[in-house]
């Protein structure tokens, strides 16, 4: 797998070189292992319901080019896949596989409207214009049998799409995280601080000598 390329505030810096370090355990390095592996293609939806999910990641969390970008449709593809629940559910809203499942549909149903195949198949700006329908409790579609695209939006787009990204070492790289830290740990919590490990924030003027730190950080 190609390394993600690291840009903007933390240059040269990739979480995944405290792998063998002791920054992570075991443990550790199965579970980001596994999020690794993850294949960009779908196991719960269909291929219909695949090529919406994969749309509206893409307005949602537009990826930067020059680096791998996180399969975030097969992240929450696999959640579903799984059964996985949320511990919590609104009265009005059904369990997360069927919520999906009706939300991609109204997506597709709304997007006939405007003479297009699918949602898939809209201008971004149209794409746009839909998600802000649902993120604002407006969108009308049969598919959605009293299910509020509102609560939809909170409580399954942002929630499962954005969760999906930052679970993700690209991420933790791009955000300058330093990930988990077990069993080392964090010592330096006060404000303005920051533990050896931790990657340096890249000022004005100052990129090329962050990008150093930033390759020796482990």
Known sequence: ?????????????D????????SWNDQTRTVIGSRLSVVDLPTFFDAAEWRTMQAVCARILPQPPGRDP?????????????GKLKGFRFKDMPQPAEAWRRGLAALDEAASRDGAASFADLA??????????????TLQAEALRGMPPKSFW??????????AYYAHPTAW?????????????????DNDRRD???????????????ERENKRVI
């Open 196 to 210: 050896p490990w931790e990657p340096v924030e890249a000022t004005p003027g100052q990129e090329a000598k962050a």
């Open 154 to 163: 909170s409580q399954h787009v942002m929630h499962d799409v954005v969760g």
């Open 15 to 22: 979480v995944l070189n405290k792998r063998d370090t002791p």
């Open 124 to 137: 971004p700006a149209a794409q746009d214009t839909m998600l802000k329908q649902v993120e604002d409790g």
């Open 70 to 82: 996180v399969p975030l449709a097969a992240y929450v593809d696999r959640q579903l896949a799984s």
């Open 173 to 189: 790289s791009e955000i300058g995280w330093a990930g988990p830290a077990s069993p080392r740990g964090y010592v330096r919590l």
């Open 1 to 13: 797998m190609t390394k993600p390329v690291t840009l903007g505030r933390y240059p040269g810096y």
